[in-house]
């Protein structure tokens, strides 16, 4: 089940209910204390967390713990940041669950680049700037960075990061060398949605220098593309408008 990005009112009115039925909750480092507590002091809770290089729970040892508790009989919430299916590992599980012989529902959650999108204001598709979206998560299973280059250079396109603070230089210094200019808008939000949100701008050439020097944490999430500085351009058009001084 999807937890959402961070603000506990962005929770489906699906998920809060199948939180309170719940007899054990195995939960991800980014759900919140305010999260959990939306199911009431009845289900155990289990931490299954994860970051990187650390993972305290390794992959294995949770599916194992999936279908241990639910062997024995009891009502199994895995509960994600985000949204399950998007780079949150629900299809690995979905696939031990099935193995075993277990039946299980996906509740959808608002991935990161929905909330983190609107929190900001920068819109991921707009008609004079993004005709499509893109969503990539910084390195796979093995660390190695992408090799299609091609398809995260077109100029028509928002793309979206997950997972891409620590390989972010790297990553942009490739977007540069194939293609995109050197002053192509970037944006990195950690935390989003949530009271501690931090949004960082800057372009291609300084966007790894800016957000090192912020000591934003990580995960963070990456948004490039023209729609970065649309969104500002919209931003001060806005607030121009509302200070202006009435004419008669």
Same mark, same amino acid.
């Given at each position: 089940m999807g937890a959402g990005p961070g603000d506990p009112e962005l929770l489906t009115r699906k +998920?809060?209910? #199948?939180?309170?039925? *719940?007899d054990v909750i195995l939960h991800d480092r980014l759900v919140s204390p305010a999260i959990l507590a939306l199911a009431g002091p009845g289900p155990a809770r289990v931490y299954a967390g994860k970051k990187c290089g650390d993972h305290h729970v390794p992959q294995g040892r949770t599916e194992e713990l999936l279908i241990r508790y639910a062997r024995q009989g009891l009502t199994v919430v895995r509960l994600k940041g985000g949204d399950p299916f998007i780079f949150g590992r629900g299809g690995e599980e979905q696939d031990a669950l099935r193995a075993a012989g277990i039946p299980c529902e996906v509740v959808p959650g608002v991935t990161a680049a929905l909330g983190c999108a609107a929190a900001t204001g920068i819109p991921l598709t707009h008609r004079d700037y993004a005709r499509s979206v893109l969503f990539i998560t910084g390195h796979d299973r093995d660390g190695r960075s992408p090799d299609d280059w091609s398809t995260l250079t077109r100029r028509d396109r928002t793309l979206v990061v997950y997972m891409g603070l620590q390989p972010l230089a790297d990553f942009c210094a490739g977007l540069r060398a194939n293609g995109l200019p050197d002053d192509w808008? #970037? *944006?990195v939000i950690a935390e989003g949605t949530t009271r501690q949100q931090r949004v960082v701008r800057g372009t291609l050439r300084d966007i790894a220098d800016r957000a090192a020097g912020a000591g934003l944490p990580s995960p963070a999430l990456t948004l490039i593309g023209r729609v970065v500085a649309a +969104? =500002? =351009?919209? *931003?001060l058009k806005r607030t121009a408008a509302a200070i202006a001084p009435a004419v008669d």
């Open positions: +998920a809060e209910r #199948v939180l309170r039925e *719940a808008p #970037v *944006a +969104a =500002d =351009d919209c *931003a």
